[in-house]
């Protein structure tokens, strides 16, 4: 299914849980204080008490992190403005004075066990009650403190005077190490051409590979490679049917992850993994607009054609979502199974007048659906992603004249002259060979985007100031894809895909850019 994916992106342009990362430069007590700041305890039996009603937790129900993020900057959610808790802003001489209008001293390390333990700022303040009060002894106190003095250079492990160390993270045998193999070629050529360009900020770039096959999954390889160096971002990773593994560990790890092509389904809460394109759940609400912007039928009869080969799209979601009223619910949901006769399939439907249909499956089963209804002439629009389609499939649904209407993230028509040409000199003066490209063009839209955030930061370079920059960005040309815009919960860099029509009719262009902002 990967392979097939990857061809059906070239014929359109044609034609694991984690340990600490790199924790030896923490002592014993600051490993263990980044264990109870991240995860709410270390085999100690910590309570976390909440709000008015003093409703108690475990503490690793409501880990510090949870709310103030593993680099202590805060994240606002459902109303809630976290504070700053890296030891520089707490320790301001100054004191603080919060948007609340709330001010007091600066902390100090006792003040800061009696915030965490009894709700109160240093001049007797309360604090906010969504601050939860925990059950610490002196110990697990002492322990807190001494990684909150670390917290604000704790995760800019990988960057030096001279150099910064970014991963790629690729596969190193099966049948995707091809592509690998290019993606990591063409990180370390563009890398060495920034080098030799002086760099940023006169730090060299310099590219370690976290190769994986079979015998260890893309997380232990990433693991291995931070265990015994460090590592200051992943860098366009190809990890296929990993990817939520992967989103799990930077997040734990702290660690930005620029530019993976994630297929599936992204959890709400990630901070620190910045993809290119739009998920295929995202997808699919792509084709519930398209339908209804463009297709727009008078008296719509939707159904969804679920197969045992298709990958869990959310079509349900999907339509519930974007649909604009109860004409938009499914009248059938059906389910192709192996021993299923496609063709009844096919005259259910038709007697069901049914003329618009999600499908969810691969694509023989599409092409044999094709064919059953083109044998009675009857043209339902069929959308579909087009992760599954092969170049074959896409010929023949075009011979049947079939109005099946696939969403893709990026086509050919993306993609500048120039930038082209840009893509193709590096190609040539490096040796790359002209494989693979959509994956080339992503790789290389992957690794601009990490220069472009490393620019930005200076030279007083940290994850967090590098993850803040990332989500700063709006609209960074790349000439490969469309423009790249990210935010505070923004971690898709292009939100939207095409929906191209392969077999359309008179009034229908051949691909129309759906946006999802």
Request: one cysteine or more.
């Amino acid at each position: 299914m990967l392979r097939r994916h990857v061809s059906a992106v070239i014929g359109l342009t044609a034609l694991g849980l984690m340990t600490p990362a790199c924790a030896g430069d923490l002592t014993a007590q600051e490993q263990r204080g980044r264990q109870l700041y991240r995860e709410g305890g270390y085999g100690t039996n910590i309570t976390a008490t909440l709000g008015q009603e003093s409703l108690s937790l475990p503490a690793t129900k409501v880990p510090c992190a949870s709310c103030h993020g593993p680099d202590g900057l805060g994240r606002p959610e459902a109303g809630v403005v976290p504070s700053d808790i890296t030891w520089a802003n707490l320790t301001k001489p100054y004191g603080l004075r919060h948007d609340n209008g709330r001010s007091h001293p600066s902390y100090t390390a006792d003040s800061i066990i009696r915030a965490v333990t009894g709700g109160v700022d240093p001049a007797g303040n309360v604090l906010d009650r969504a601050m939860p009060r925990y059950t610490l002894d002196g110990t697990t106190a002492e322990d807190l403190v001494a990684y909150l003095k670390r917290l604000g250079s704790d995760g800019d492990r990988g960057v030096g005077a001279t150099e910064i160390a970014v991963a790629a993270v690729v596969p190193g045998s099966g049948q995707l190490a091809g592509i690998g193999s290019v993606v990591g070629r063409l990180l370390s050529a563009h890398f060495d051409r920034i080098n030799r360009d002086g760099g940023i900020y006169n730090r060299q770039i310099v590219l370690k590979a976290a190769a994986f096959d079979s015998s260890r999954s893309a997380v232990d390889a990433l693991q291995r490679l931070m265990s015994e160096t460090e590592v200051f971002a992943v860098v366009a990773p190809v990890v296929f049917g990993q990817d939520a593994a992967l989103a799990e560990f930077s997040e734990r790890a702290a660690l930005p992850v620029v530019g993976p092509l994630a297929l599936y389904r992204r959890s709400e809460r990630q901070d620190f993994t910045f993809y290119l394109t739009a998920s295929l759940d995202d997808q699919v609400r792509v084709l519930v607009k398209y339908a209804q912007n463009q297709l727009a039928p008078a008296n719509p009869k939707i159904a969804i054609v679920s197969s045992d080969d298709g990958t869990g799209l959310a079509i349900d979601d999907a339509i519930r979502r974007e649909g604009r009223n109860a004409e938009w619910t499914p009248a059938l949901s059906l389910q192709l199974r192996g021993g299923t006769a496609i063709a009844d399939i096919a005259s259910q439907l038709r007697r069901e007048a049914v003329n618009i249909i999600f499908y969810d499956g691969g694509a023989d089963r599409l092409v044999a659906f094709a064919e059953e209804a083109a044998q009675v002439a009857w043209q339902p629009a069929i959308l579909t992603v087009g992760q599954p389609l092969t170049r074959e499939s896409l010929v023949r649904l075009r011979e049947l004249g079939a109005r099946v209407f696939a969403a893709y993230p990026l086509l050919g028509s993306d993609q500048s002259p120039d930038a082209l040409e840009r893509l193709h000199s590096l190609q040539a003066d490096y040796g790359i060979p002209a494989q693979h490209l959509p994956m080339q063009a992503a790789a290389l839209v992957s690794a601009r985007v990490l220069i472009e955030g490393l620019q930005r930061v200076g030279r007083d370079l940290t994850r967090a100031k590098f993850v803040a920059a990332l989500a700063a960005l709006q609209n960074l040309e790349t000439g490969l894809m469309r423009p790249i815009s990210f935010g505070p919960n923004r971690r898709t860099g292009v939100r939207g895909a095409h929906v191209v029509a392969l077999g359309r009719g008179r009034n229908e262009p051949e691909h129309v850019w759906i946006p999802l902002d």
